[in-house]
């Protein structure tokens, strides 16, 4: 079992930057992946890495977030630039063990972090 704690979450304007932390009780035997959610709509996934290690991304957010990790911290990050009032959402960590495939079925990841708060406005 893992436990997932997020960080990093505020309110900026359009066009600003945020980076989201999480992180992890263990790391190695676990595939981890981004997942938002805004009122009245389901859960969308935002990152993660394909079975190859490259890092997918949702369209919606295609080239203005990273996902990227620290290995020897137990960390994953999500740096998101160009931020639109359309992202303003809960932002969550989720993980499911074993290897990586690119998932952006919420099912399918039993653990999750308790999510940050991420509000883009003027």
């Known amino acids: 079992q893992v436990h997932l704690v997020e960080s990093g979450g505020g309110s900026v304007q359009p066009g600003g930057s945020l980076r989201l932390s999480c992180a992890a009780s263990?790391?190695?035997?676990?595939?981890f992946t981004w997942f938002r959610q805004s009122p009245g709509k389901e859960r969308e996934g935002v990152a993660t890495?394909?079975?190859?290690?490259?890092?997918t991304y949702a369209g919606s957010v295609r080239g203005r977030f990273t996902i990227s990790r620290e290995n020897g911290k137990k960390r994953l990050y999500l740096q998101m630039n160009n931020l639109k009032p359309e992202d303003t959402a809960m932002y969550y960590c989720?993980?499911?063990?074993?290897?990586?495939?690119?998932?952006?079925?919420?099912?399918?990841?039993?653990?999750w972090g308790q999510g940050t708060q991420v509000t883009v406005s003027t």
């Open positions: 989720v993980a499911v063990s074993g290897g990586c495939s690119v998932s952006w079925r919420p099912l399918d990841f039993p653990y």
């Open positions: 263990t790391y190695s035997t676990y595939c």
């Open positions: 890495w394909d079975e190859w290690g490259a890092a």
